[in-house]
T-cell receptor, first 118, second 117 residues
Framework: AQTVTQSQPEMSVQEAETVTLSCTYD???????LFWYKQPPSRQMILVIR??????QNATENRFSVNFQKAAKSFSLKISDSQLGDTAMYFC???????????????FGKGTHLIIQP | GAVVSQHPSWVICKSGTSVKIECRSL??????MFWYRQFPKQSLMLMAT?????????EQGVEKDKFLINHASLTLSTLTVTSAHPEDSSFYIC?????????????FGPGTRLTVT
């Protein structure tokens, strides 16, 4: 079974600052995907960024980037130029690779409540 | 595109009654749908995986006789909470995975808040 650990229950930064959310995971799988999801007060889950384990290059989506360290099983999210709208819960999530025999759901960490201060 | 809806968005029911929650993929066919449960200020926990036309696969610790899942078509999955009790009060979220695109894509519904009195 996979586990995902987020050790920062809450973080607070000033608008325009850069913030890094940490995530570690444990798995014996070699083929998997890692995700960061944002859950604002509306509770709608929004995909922020995705990383395929077989890719060495870190994923980037505009102001969001990850630092994927496969050997260390670490997957941190960096938010640059933070904005008030970034205030939300952020969940790190793991999914095993699709083997063709079925599809797995996501295993989530406990989340980090990120607050962007004006 | 890739919109998933849930109905109802919130429901209040009396203890001992059953309640059905619908999850629909509006603009794509979902061969697989997932049901998650989220308690207040907690993370999402996978309850079950449903594949169209077959029985759902439940995660360890989830009572399959209490949480009935039906995935009768490629656009609809339902979760029925039978004989609900106050401890079943939670936020239930579904997600849907398209059958024709890359396997990692899945789209979340807006969730259903269930309160059992």
């Amino acid at each position: 079974a996979q586990t995902v650990t987020q050790s920062q229950p809450e973080m607070s930064v000033q608008e325009a600052e850069t913030v890094t959310l940490s995530c570690t995971y444990d798995t014996s799988e070699n083929n998997y995907y890692l995700f960061w999801y944002k859950q604002p007060p509306s509770r709608q889950m929004i995909l922020v960024i995705r990383q395929e384990a077989y890719k060495q290059q870190n994923a980037t989506e505009n102001r969001f980037s990850v630092n994927f360290q496969k050997a260390a099983k670490s997957f941190s999210l960096k938010i640059s130029d933070s904005q008030l709208g970034d205030t939300a819960m952020y969940f790190c999530a793991f999914m095993t690779g699709y083997s063709g025999g079925g599809a797995d759901g996501l295993t989530f960490g406990k989340g980090t409540h990120l607050i962007i201060q004006p | 595109g890739a919109v998933v809806s849930q109905h109802p968005s919130w429901v209040i029911c009396k203890s001992g009654t059953s309640v059905k929650i619908e999850c629909r993929s509006l603009d794509f066919q979902a061969t697989t749908m997932f049901w998650y449960r989220q308690f207040p200020k907690q993370s999402l926990m996978l309850m079950a995986t449903s594949n169209e036309g077959s029985k759902a696969t439940y995660e360890q610790g989830v009572e399959k006789d209490k949480f009935l899942i039906n995935h009768a078509s490629l656009t609809l999955s339902t979760l029925t909470v039978t004989s609900a009790h106050p401890e079943d009060s939670s936020f239930y979220i579904c997600s849907a995975r398209p059958g024709q695109v890359l396997s990692y894509e899945q789209y979340f519904g807006p969730g259903t808040r269930l309160t059992v009195t």
